[in-house]
């Protein structure tokens, strides 16, 4: 046990007692910071596009587009109300500061052109004359023609050399569209007020419990975190898993390399070997959780005390995070699950010589961790799903996709089988990786022996 503990205390020192860690540690937040903010940034940092639209039809295309844009903005902002008011509840300072933020600032804007024919905004489009704005000398993204045709329809030719950006197309697409319904309605005798009116109709949906009574039976807010806060906690977990599994393997062939592999071996088994540097690096995440977990508690805490978010159900949400139901399962799926992966890295490892070498033997592994992610936000929406179901039987994935149906009640079946198979499938692995632990330690065995498994029909050494 003391040699254990030794290993344990050395591998856990060698990653905490060092700035790397620590700056590492830093940067997760400001890389989940990024990761939120960074598609906002890149939509408001696109460039503005100025387009001329010449209608040709005598005004009503044009008006019909002009009109479909005002309403296209107040529905989004009505759509933002709607989406806050739905996971954060009705609150009044939120609402209210939707409402006095400003408006975005449009990514088309129109231009008025002196000259409208073709042959003469050509070299505007072409960008070898730019037209007057607001923002100085800029080229001209597109010229839009509508015409009105013969037989009622409605031609549109739109001329740009960007082949990518199709949404103003799309939209002024879809909004004369739109015009050409309203119209034949309008034509076979439809009231301009009845149409009006049936614009505005729209359902009052309440989303009920079957499992309660009907006077208790409304979903609130509360009951849905617990489906955000698992997916969240199922990316946590693989993203822990995935960085110390990753100090295991890295470490292991440092210490092959600089054969102190072989001094640990002149004084240690190699099952104490292996027990050690897992729970060293296990020590090693369970510091990564505390600061973070510490860190969005105090996040937590601050927010409470801003105003604005005073009808923000922060209690709920950090009940959530610690609900017995998805805490205590969390924590047995991230032992389990970081001693198959670290007991397989640190096998494999053991085998190679160098990073160049444990890379063919990676790849694979790699593949495997990354299947769970994408099956954990399918298993969000559906997670009775005959593939979802299927693949939380599969134990290296188990602790990710059964995280995120947790909170939707999966029968009892499925949670205690999956759980029996993932713990027998933990202690045969890490069995085998201690096999194999020892023989690439002592050199019996090496990235090539477990190539040869795979050959088939191969030609045999040369005796």
């Not at 509360?222 to 946590?236: D, H, N, Q, Y």
Request: hydrophobic fraction near 50%.
């Amino acid at each position: 046990m003391r040699a254990i503990y030794l290993i344990a205390r050395r591998e856990y020192l060698s990653y905490v007692a060092t700035w790397g860690f620590w700056l590492s540690l830093a940067s997760m937040p400001l890389f989940m910071a990024l990761g939120f903010g960074l598609p906002i940034l890149i939509e408001s940092s696109q460039p503005t596009r100025y387009y001329a639209l010449i209608d040709e039809s005598g005004g009503a295309l044009e008006a019909a587009i002009e009109s479909q844009r005002s309403a296209s903005r107040a529905a989004r902002a009505e759509a933002t109300r709607e989406v806050t008011a739905e996971l954060l509840g009705d609150n009044p300072a939120v609402a209210a500061a939707i409402a006095d933020a400003p408006e975005p600032g449009e990514k088309y804007i129109r231009v008025y052109p002196e000259a409208t024919d073709i042959e003469t905004l050509r070299p505007y489009l072409l960008g070898e004359q730019t037209v007057e704005t607001s923002d100085g000398p800029q080229p001209l993204f597109a010229a839009i023609y509508l015409r009105q045709g013969a037989d009622g329809g409605i031609e549109i030719e739109y001329w740009s050399t960007n082949l990518t950006d199709g949404e103003l197309r799309s939209e002024i697409r879809r909004t004369l569209r739109e015009y050409m319904q309203l119209n034949r309605l309008l034509e076979s005798g439809v009231s301009p007020e009845l149409v009006a009116a049936a614009g505005e109709l729209t359902p009052t949906v309440r989303e009920l419990n079957p499992e309660r009574s009907a006077e208790a039976a409304e979903v609130s807010t509360a009951e849905r975190l617990p489906i955000f806060v698992s997916i969240g906690v199922a990316f946590g977990l693989w993203i822990v898993i995935f960085s110390v599994v990753n100090m295991l393997l890295t470490a292991m062939i440092e210490e092959k390399g600089n054969k102190v592999l072989e001094m640990m071996l002149a004084s240690s088994r190699h099952h104490e070997i292996l027990t050690g540097k897992l729970l060293g690096v296990a020590g090693v995440s369970t510091t990564l959780l505390l600061v973070w977990g510490g860190l969005a508690a105090t996040v937590g805490l601050g927010l409470q005390q801003v105003p604005m978010t005073a009808g923000i159900p922060l209690n709920d949400i950090m009940a959530a995070v610690i609900d017995p139901g998805l805490i205590f399962p969390a924590i047995g799926y991230f032992i389990i699950g970081y001693l198959m992966y670290g007991a397989i890295f640190l096998a494999i490892g053991s085998l190679c010589e160098t990073l160049q070498d444990a890379q063919t033997l990676m790849s694979p592994m790699m593949l495997i961790m990354m299947v769970p992610m994408v099956l954990v936000m399918v298993a969000a929406k559906a997670p009775d799903s005959p593939i979802i179901v299927i693949a939380s039987w599969i134990p290296l994935w188990t602790p990710f996709i059964m995280l995120a149906r947790l909170p939707q009640d999966p029968a009892l079946f499925d949670v205690i089988g999956t759980t029996l198979v993932m713990v027998v499938t933990a202690a045969a692995v890490i069995w085998g990786a201690g096999v194999m632990f020892r023989m690439g330690a002592l050199n019996q065995a090496n990235q090539d022996t477990v190539k040869g498994w795979f050959r088939i029909g191969g030609k045999g050494k040369a005796g």
